[in-house]
């Protein structure tokens, strides 16, 4: 639960955290800078080769990690097919899907106590504030690795649901939802107490 990291070593596992961090941010903001789909896509070319460089293994595994964008897709094309502008919907969904994916590189080649040092250093002025670097540093980093497994739970218990009954499940696994993310939330801060807190 505490990483994401990939157990398949590629050459990006020994490029610095802050090196990538900085690269994804501007590659990030490329990407939307970008106004026509045809370039998108070939930007998404550069998240996709690094990918596959690591073999079929981590590539799978990358690719499967997209899996929770499909909704998101979906209502992109649906709305953006319903008000005409297929063009712009197309160049959204193309961004989003290279974003993530390069996100997602990023975050299973970089341990997460390499990401938190950087995140500290970034976050020192805030200690003027009296927020502690550390701990704001590890709530960053925990949201940012739980979406995938959140959504992941998600699908996990609607497929269940869907399993044990006719009717969609919409609302209905909300409150599963909810537990399940608060038994994984336990678990985590049982995680950290026992590796003598967040400090």
């Not at 090196?19 to 070939?42: E, I, N």
């Not at 670097?133 to 590890?138: G, N």
Request: proline share 6%.
């Amino acid at each position: 639960m505490l990483t994401l990291t990939s157990p398949v070593e590629t050459k990006l596992h020994g490029v610095r955290a802050g090196t990538k961090l900085a690269a994804l941010c501007m590659f990030t903001v490329l990407v939307f800078w970008l106004q026509d789909p045809r370039s998108v896509a070939v930007a998404a070319v550069i998240p996709t080769l690094l990918i596959a460089i690591g073999g079929s293994v981590f590539a799978l595994h990358a690719f499967a990690m997209l899996r929770p964008l499909w909704p998101f897709l979906l209502l992109l094309g649906v709305w953006h097919w319903w008000t005409g502008d297929v063009h712009l919907g197309l160049t959204i969904a193309l961004r989003l899907i290279t974003a993530v994916a390069a996100a997602n590189l990023v975050t299973m080649t970089t341990r997460l106590s390499d990401m938190l040092a950087v995140m500290e250093v970034l976050l020192q002025p805030l200690a003027r504030l009296g927020l502690p670097p550390r701990r704001t540093a590890l709530v960053f980093a925990l949201v940012i690795r739980f979406i995938p497994v959140l959504a992941d739970r998600m699908s996990h218990i609607s497929e269940a649901y869907t399993a044990r009954s006719r009717r969609k499940p919409r609302w209905r696994i909300m409150v599963p939802a909810t537990l399940a993310a608060l038994d994984d939330a336990d678990h985590v801060a049982e995680a950290l107490r026992a590796r003598g807190g967040a400090g």
